[in-house]
Nanobody
Framework: QVQLVESGGDLVQAGGSLRLSCAAS????????MGWYRQAPGKERELVAN???????NYLDSVKGRFTISRDNAKNTLFLQMNSLKPEDTAVYYC???????????????????????WGKGALVTVSS
């Protein structure tokens, strides 16, 4: 399994920027895709952005052009750079990591037995108007 710890959440004014980080530890060799989700009060959790082990990315339409997801595989860290923040971006942001089942990504000599998604505890981002 893996442990995910988010950091970087804060209170920021509209138009400002924040950078979220997510440090992964544990069986990181089995991590394939990673992503950021968010959940605003009274709303369902939604995918903000994700990134595969190969670097392919996908974004929620409302954050395209403002947010950038990236990962440092050597340091097992996921990032979310958020620019031009809006009050509607206010939410708890969760880091997720999918641990594969089968050959480890980029390390086929190692076999993983997971097929599970893991979550961090979340980081609060508040954007004031």
């Amino acid at each position: 399994q893996v442990q995910l710890v988010e950091s970087g959440g804060d209170l920021v004014q509209a138009g400002g920027s924040l950078r979220l980080s997510c440090a992964a530890s544990g069986v990181t060799i089995c991590i394939s895709a990673m992503g950021w989700y968010r959940q605003a009060p009274g709303k369902e959790r939604e995918l903000v952005a994700n990134i595969t082990s190969g670097g392919s990315t996908n974004y929620l339409d409302s954050v395209k052009g403002r947010f950038t997801i990236s990962r440092d595989n050597a340091k097992n860290t996921l990032f979310l750079q958020m620019n031009s923040l809006k009050p509607e971006d206010t939410a708890v942001y969760y880091c997720s990591a999918f641990l594969t089942e089968g050959p480890a990504p980029g390390n086929s000599w190692y076999t993983c037995y997971y097929g599970l998604n893991y979550w961090g505890k979340g980081a609060l981002v508040t954007v004031s108007s």
